[in-house]
């Protein structure tokens, strides 16, 4: 169906289901990131073996995601995110009754199970967000982007009353996953309507083939840079406020409520830079704060300087991630194909980054650890040029990338 046979109302639903669907999946991630002390102190864990509980999230993440590129294009966005938020769903609780009862084990298989629900619900959405947005004619993913960190505040606010509370992590984390189970299946189905290839017919774009492009896969680049940079305050600026500043839960909470709401802001308003300044010349801007930001958390000179740098970290990582989407989604030809390449190399920060962090963490304190982010960000900047908007053909549609 082209966009002229798509009345604007039924444009607008799909616009307002995608930004419900990145709204649900910001909590469901983050509805228990903000208490991570608590998870990691249930399970009596140190820092370097929380690390490597967090990897069961992250590689089951990335190891997902080269399959999510073939099943969106297979089944459509919104098969494909039903059944990534069931899988999230069922993660949710295996975390939660494994806080519950102490076991390491059942927490992982958890975490395995939520990261695999995650790629994929992740790499449907943005899809389905693109094509919304090349139908609307407008910039509207980092908007999309601020509907997921919406979802965080969410989560980090619904978080840090329940700390204040007394709140078991356990019982947190069962509610979040029956919100994510009750919000989702009703609004996937205000997507655009998809009409699967017919039968024998091979797709524009293969797997190995969008390997093969150089421009894909310096976009994954700059998603690893900015997403390691996200990555890391997700993971552990929380801890961080916790052991590095001797604050309690309920400040580590706060921090990271500051953080994602500064990602928020910088996703909803981002879109107004873009179109003026380009992606290229945002992307450079956004890293500068992210940098400053990240120097004003680790210096220790007091908890109201690591805030405010916790703000300006957040407004920093921002935009990174919804560039690097919409720019790998310029083909919607090929969108799906690379767009799961992309971020199979941007999710490698959040393979990387959770136990690289701890490791260093135990002979550097975390602190020190986060400074590692500077060369993320690095590695971003370098591959910036390549977010510039494919050139497009006579009837409007992006050219595939030379090889």
């Known amino acids: 169906m082209t966009a002229t046979e798509l009345d604007r109302p039924r444009l607008d639903r799909a616009r307002i289901a995608v930004g419900f669907t990145f709204a649900t999946n910001g909590l469901a991630y983050a509805g228990w990131l903000a208490r991570a002390p608590a998870v990691r102190d249930g399970l009596e864990l140190s820092a370097a073996g929380f690390g490597l509980l967090l990897l069961c999230l992250s590689a089951a993440a990335i190891a997902a995601i080269p399959l999510a590129g073939p099943l969106v294009q297979r089944v459509g966005p919104a098969r494909a995110v039903l059944l990534g938020s069931t899988s999230m769903v069922v993660g949710l609780t295996g975390l939660a009754t494994g806080t519950l009862l102490g076991s390491v084990p059942l927490a992982g298989v958890g975490l395995v199970l939520a990261g695999m629900g995650n790629s994929t619900w992740d790499v449907a959405m943005n899809v389905e967000g693109a094509d919304v947005e090349r139908r609307l004619g407008r910039t509207i993913m980092p908007r999309f982007h601020a509907g997921f960190s919406l979802g965080t505040v969410l989560g980090a606010a619904f978080s ?7 709140l078991p992590i356990w019982a947190q984390l069962y509610i979040t996953a029956a919100l994510a189970a009750a919000v989702t299946a009703p609004t996937v189905r205000h997507f655009l309507p998809y009409r699967p290839l017919p039968a024998g017919q091979k797709p524009a774009m293969s797997v190995r083939r969008a390997w093969r492009e150089p421009r894909t896969v310096l976009i994954g680049l700059v998603m690893l840079g900015f997403g390691f940079t996200e990555g890391t305050a997700n993971d552990w600026l929380a801890i961080g406020l916790v052991d590095g500043y001797g604050a309690g839960d309920t400040v580590g909470a706060i921090a990271f409520a500051v953080f994602v709401t500064a990602m928020t802001l910088g996703r909803l308003f981002g879109g107004y830079a873009i179109e003026r300044w380009g992606r290229v010349a945002t992307l450079r801007v956004t890293a500068a704060s992210a940098a400053v930001g990240l120097l004003l958390v680790v210096t220790e000179v007091g908890v109201p300087v690591a805030i405010a740098g916790a703000l ?24 799906a194909i690379r767009v799961s390449v992309a971020g199979s190399i941007g999710y490698g920060a959040f393979l990387a980054g959770p136990p690289l962090i701890g490791l260093l963490a135990e002979h550097l304190g975390v602190l020190r650890a986060m400074l590692c982010v500077f060369g993320a960000l690095a590695i971003g900047l370098i591959a910036s040029g390549a977010t510039r908007p494919l050139p497009a053909e006579p009837d409007g549609v992006a050219r595939a990338a030379k090889q």
């Open 160 to 166: 840090a009353v329940a700390a204040a509370a007394g």
């Open 312 to 335: 300006l970290w957040g407004a920093g990582a921002s935009l990174g991630f919804p560039i690097g989407m919409s720019s790998a989604a310029d083909d919607p030809a090929r969108a």
